[in-house]
C-alpha cells in the first residue's frame, strides 16, 4: 500500500494531470478521488465504481493513469488486465494509453526513468479476423471462416509435417516466422495499438494475431474483449495463463450480466441440426476411410482414451474448447461406450436424430435439464455420463481424424457443446412458478439456474414452423464467478452503470469499494428534458396500449419535426424495439411526418444488418459534416447504441421515444425474471425498470462525448417523469433533470431547448482550467486541503479517544477508584 500511495503523491499526479489538461478531451476533480478509491481496492477483492466523468474514454485514461503509475513503483508489476465491449473501444484505450506513455516518456527526467517508462508494454487483442495478414485468408468475410482456415494452416500436426518435409502442406509463412523469434521479444515493448501491430507485423513478416497471443503473458498491460474472460470456451484458451495476481477491470460493464448469461447458453435450430448431421456423416466416411490408411491412428486414439491420458494440446489447435466452467470440468477418463470412433459416432447420430424429433412438437416446452435428460433417456437409452464427455471426446476425434475446414463442422459442435451442458448444468430443479407458467410437471425446489425451452415458431402469429430450441443460462452470477475466485482485483465500471446496488445482487459479489462520481464541468453542457405531452397535452407513452393512438404518434413525430427545426447538425432518435421504429417510421410516413422533417434534415435508419446500419452511420456523419444535417432513427440495444460516439455535430439532440422496456412477452426473460425473483429476491418490475433505465441512459449517454461538447437529451414518455424511473438513472444526468424540465409539453421543451442551444453556443472557449482540468498547483492546492482535511479527521479522533479514555469502557478505572470515598 505504501508504495502505492508513492505513486499517487503529488509530482505523479500533477504531471499526469497536466498533461491531460492539455492533451485530452475531458478530465475532472472526479480524478483524485478516483485514485483515492484506486488506492483503497488495490488488495482487495472487488471494486465497483460508477465513474460519472461524461466520457468513456476518460473513464478508462483515468484507471490506466493510475494504474500506469503504480506499476511503475509497485514491485510486483502487476499485469493489467482491462476488458472493453467493442473492437473501436479496445482501439481507443490503446490508443489513449499511449499518448499518456508517450507523454511520461518526454516528461522523465533521467534516463533510467526514461527506459522504465519506455519498458512498459501494452497491447490489445482482438479476433483473427481483424489481425491477420495472410493475403487469402484476410479476404473471408466470416471472422469463422477465418478461424478454421488459419487453424488448418497453423495447426501442430500441420507444422510438424510441413517442418520436416517442406511443401507437403500449405503453412502460413507469418506463423512459421514467429517461431524463428525469441518467445517473449516478439515486438518491442511500448504501447500498440491494433493498427500499430497489423503494420508492424506486416514490416516484418509475424502474424499480428499470434504476436499478441503469446507475448500476453509477458506484457503489463492487455485489452481486450469481455469474452475473453467470461465465456469459458475462449477463456480457456486465451486467458488461462494470466497470473492470479492481475488486476481486472471490466469497462462499459453497465450489460456485464448479459454477456455473462449468453456465455453459458446455447442456441440450437432446425438447420443447424441438419448440418451437424451431415458433418456426422462426413466423421462417418473419415473413420471408415482411415481404417483403411492408418488404422493405427485409431488404436493409438482408443488406447490413449483407455488408459485416460488426455492430450496435451496446442491450444492453437483448440478447434473446440471446453464449454463447461474451470470448477465443473472433470478429470476422468471418457465412458468406455464412446471411446472407439465408430461407437461415438453413433452416439452423436442417436443424439442428433433425437434433438431433431424434439423439434418437431409444434407446441411451447420449458423443461429442465433433468427433465430433459431423463426424456432422453427413455427415448433413446443415452446416459448422462457419456453426454458430459461429448465436448472432449470430438475434439480428440477431430484431432485423431486430421479434419481441415473445421468451420464446415460448426454446428456440430454447437450441439456437442448443448449435450456436455445440459448434463452437467441438470442439477437442481425449476422454480415452483415455471409449473403454472408452462404446465411443467416437476417438483419444487431451489431453482437450477438454467433452462431449456422449446419454441417452435418465431413469433405468436407465424404458421410456419422454425423451431429453436434454447439452453439458457438464467443466473448470470456463474459466468463471473471463476473470475471473482481467480482474481483478487476486479473493478466493474462504466458512466451509466445505474443503480449501483442491483450489480451486487445480481452478480452475487460484495463490494469492497463502491463509489459514484459527479462531472465537474464549468457550464451545464447538456441538458435533459423529459417531455410528459405534446403541444395538444396529449399524453405521450410508449405503453403498450397507447403506442400506436394516433394521437401519441403524432406527437412523437411533431417531436422530431420541431427538433430538427431547430437543432443544427445530428440528431440520433432511439426506440424501444425494432418492430415499433417499423410500426411508427411506417405511420409517420402515412402522416406526412417524414415528408416535413425532409424538408430540414435527411433521415438514416439503423437496421438489425450490421452492414446496412454501417453505411447509414457513414452517410449521417457525411450529412452532418457538410451542413445538411440529419436524423439517425435507430433502436435502444441495437448497435448505435453501444460504443459509438455522437460527439459534436454527430450529435447535437438525442431524443428516446418511450421507456426502452424488453419484451416482456419473450419466454427467456419471463424465465429470468422468475430466477431473479426466486433465487435472488429480485422482483420483476424492479429489474425491468433497471434494465430500461441503463438503457435509456447509454442510449442519451450517446451525445455528450467531451469536455467541449455540448447537447440536447430529451426524455420523451411521461413516465420519465416519475421520481422512480429517474432516480435509476445515473446521477450525472438525474441530478441535472430540474423540476421545471421533469413535466414538459413540446412547446415547452423547444423553449427551454433553444435557450440552452443559445447560451451554451456563446463562449465555448471558457477556461476550465481549475474545475475540469487542473494544473500543478491546482493538484498542490487540493492536496493541501485534503492534507488539513486527514489532519483535522485525526485529530477529532484524538480528541475522541482522549474522552473514551477518560471513561474507559464505561467502568470506573483503577485510578478514579482511589479518588472515591468508599466508607459508606
Ligand atoms: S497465422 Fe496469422 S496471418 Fe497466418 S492465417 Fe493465421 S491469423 Fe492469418
Known amino acids: 500500500m505504501c508504495d502505492l500511495k508513492r505513486t499517487l503523491d503529488a509530482t505523479v499526479c500533477s504531471s499526469a494531470l497536466h498533461f491531460l489538461s492539455g492533451c485530452l478531451t475531458q478530465f475532472s476533480l472526479g480524478t483524485l478521488r478516483f485514485g483515492d478509491a484506486v488506492r483503497d481496492w488495490e488488495d482487495s477483492v472487488l471494486a465497483f465504481l460508477d465513474c460519472l466523468i461524461p466520457t468513456g474514454a476518460c473513464i478508462s485514461v483515468s484507471y490506466l493513469l493510475c494504474r500506469s503509475y503504480s506499476q511503475q513503483f509497485y514491485p510486483a508489476r502487476r499485469k493489467l488486465i482491462y ?434 462520481y459527479p462531472m465537474t464541468l464549468t457550464r451545464n453542457a447538456f441538458l435533459p428534458l423529459v417531455i410528459t405531452r405534446g403541444s395538444d397535452q396529449v399524453a405521450i407513452s410508449s405503453r403498450f396500449e397507447v403506442r400506436n393512438d394516433p394521437a401519441v404518434v403524432r406527437n412523437f413525430g411533431s417531436i422530431l419535426i420541431e427538433y430538427s427545426k431547430i437543432v443544427p447538425d445530428g440528431i440520433v432518435a432511439f426506440f424501444p424495439s425494432y418492430l415499433y421504429m417499423e410500426s411508427i417510421v411506417a405511420a409517420w410516413n402515412d402522416m406526412g411526418i417524414l415528408n416535413e422533417v425532409w424538408k430540414h434534415k435527411l433521415i438514416f435508419v439503423e437496421t438489425p444488418d450490421a452492414n446496412e446500419t454501417s453505411i447509414a452511420l457513414e452517410n449521417y456523419r457525411r450529412a452532418c459534416d457538410n451542413g445538411r444535417g440529419a436524423v439517425l432513427l435507430s433502436v435502444a440495444r441495437g448497435k448505435v447504441s453501444e460504443g459509438i460516439d455522437f460527439d459534436h455535430n454527430y450529435g447535437r439532440a438525442v431524443i428516446m421515444f418511450g421507456v426502452p422496456y424488453q419484451y416482456t412477452e419473450s419466454r427467456i426473460l419471463k424465465a429470468r425474471l422468475e430466477y431473479l425473483r426466486d433465487a435472488y429476491r429480485i422482483r420483476e418490475s424492479e429489474f425491468l425498470g433497471f434494465d430500461a433505465m441503463r438503457n435509456a441512459a447509454q442510449c442519451v449517454g450517446r451525445v455528450l462525448r467531451g469536455k467541449t461538447d455540448w447537447g440536447l437529451m430529451v426524455f420523451a414518455d411521461k413516465r420519465f417523469a416519475r421520481a422512480d424511473k429517474r432516480a435509476k438513472l445515473p446521477r450525472w444526468i438525474n441530478q441535472y433533470i430540474t423540476e421545471t424540465a421533469s413535466n414538459l409539453s413540446t412547446d415547452m421543451a423547444l423553449t427551454l431547448s433553444k435557450l440552452f442551444m443559445r447560451t451554451i453556443s456563446q463562449n465555448p472557449n471558457e477556461n476550465q482550467t481549475g474545475i475540469s482540468l487542473w494544473t500543478l498547483e491546482d493538484v498542490e492546492k487540493a492536496q493541501a486541503k485534503q492534507k488539513a482535511l486527514a489532519l483535522e479527521a485525526a485529530q477529532e479522533r484524538e480528541a475522541h479517544n482522549d474522552d473514551e479514555d477518560e471513561y474507559g469502557d464505561g467502568g470506573i478505572n483503577d485510578d478514579m477508584l482511589v479518588d472515591f470515598d468508599l466508607d459508606v
Open 83 to 516: 476488458c472493453s465491449r467493442t473492437v473501436p473501444e479496445i482501439e481507443k484505450a490503446l490508443a489513449e494509453l499511449k499518448r499518456l506513455m508517450d507523454y511520461r516518456i518526454s516528461q522523465a527526467e533521467t534516463e533510467e526513468e526514461k527506459e522504465k517508462e519506455k519498458s512498459y508494454t501494452g497491447l490489445g487483442l482482438t479476433s483473427r479476423k481483424n489481425l491477420c495478414i495472410h493475403p487469402e485468408v484476410s479476404k473471408e468475410k466470416k471472422g469463422k471462416v477465418v478461424d478454421a482456415r488459419c487453424r488448418d494452416l497453423t495447426n501442430s500436426a500441420a507444422c510438424e509435417k510441413g517442418r520436416a518435409d517442406p511443401g507437403s502442406v500449405e503453412l502460413c509463412d507469418w506463423h512459421e516466422n514467429l517461431g524463428k523469434l525469441e518467445p517473449g521479444n516478439l515486438i518491442p515493448p511500448g504501447i500498440w495499438t491494433l493498427a500499430d501491430v497489423l503494420q508492424y507485423g506486416r514490416d516484418k513478416g509475424i502474424c499480428p494475431y499470434f504476436t499478441v497471443r503469446r507475448m500476453m503473458p509477458f506484457v503489463d498491460i492487455i485489452i481486450y474483449s469481455f469474452h475473453y474472460l467470461l465465456d469459458p470456451k475462449v477463456a480457456e484458451q486465451v486467458s488461462k495463463e494470466l497470473s492470479k495476481d492481475a488486476i481486472v477491470v471490466f469497462d462499459e460493464a453497465h450489460n456485464i450480466d448479459n454477456v455473462c448469461i449468453e456465455s453459458l447458453s446455447i442456441d440450437l435450430t432446425r438447420p443447424m441440426l441438419d448440418s451437424a448431421a451431415r458433418s456426422v456423416s462426413k466423421l462417418g466416411e473419415k473413420i471408415e476411410e482411415i481404417k483403411t490408411t492408418d488404422a493405427a491412428k485409431l488404436q493409438d486414439e482408443y488406447a490413449k482414451l483407455v488408459e485416460g491420458l488426455q492430450d496435451d494440446v496446442d491450444d492453437t489447435d483448440g478447434f473446440m474448447a471446453n464449454p463447461l466452467l474451470p470448477d465443473d470440468l472433470l478429470n476422468e477418463a471418457i465412458p468406455g461406450n464412446i471411446r472407439k470412433a465408430e461407437h461415438f459416432v453413433a452416439f452423436l447420430k442417436r443424439f442428433v436424430e433425437y434433438l431433431k424429433t424434439r423439434m418437431r412438437v409444434l407446441h411451447v416446452v420449458a423443461e429442465t435439464p433433468l427433465s430433459f435428460l431423463q426424456h432422453l433417456k427413455d427415448i433413446t437409452y443415452i446416459e448422462r455420463r457419456p453426454l458430459r464427455f461429448c465436448a472432449e471426446r470430438l475434439q480428440s476425434l477431430i484431432r485423431t481424424l486430421q479434419i481441415s475446414r473445421l468451420d464446415e463442422y460448426s454446428a456440430l459442435q454447437k450441439v456437442a457443446s448443448f449435450a456436455t451442458l445440459v448434463s452437467t448444468y441438470e442439477k437442481g430443479l425449476a422454480p415452483s412458478s415455471y409449473n403454472s407458467l408452462w404446465n411443467l410437471s416437476f417438483c419444487k425446489t431451489l431453482p437450477s439456474g438454467f433452462l431449456l425451452i422449446l419454441e417452435p415458431f418465431e413469433t405468436d402469429n407465424a404458421t410456419v414452423p422454425n423451431p429453436v430450441f434454447h439452453f439458457t443460462c438464467l443466473d448470470p452470477s456463474l459466468a463471473i464467478k471463476p473470475v471473482f475466485e481467480r482474481f483478487s482485483s476486479v473493478v466493474i465500471t462504466s458512466g451509466t452503470i445505474s443503480p449501483l446496488d442491483m450489480y451486487p445482487k445480481m452478480l452475487q459479489f460484495t463490494p469492497v469499494v463502491q463509489e459514484t
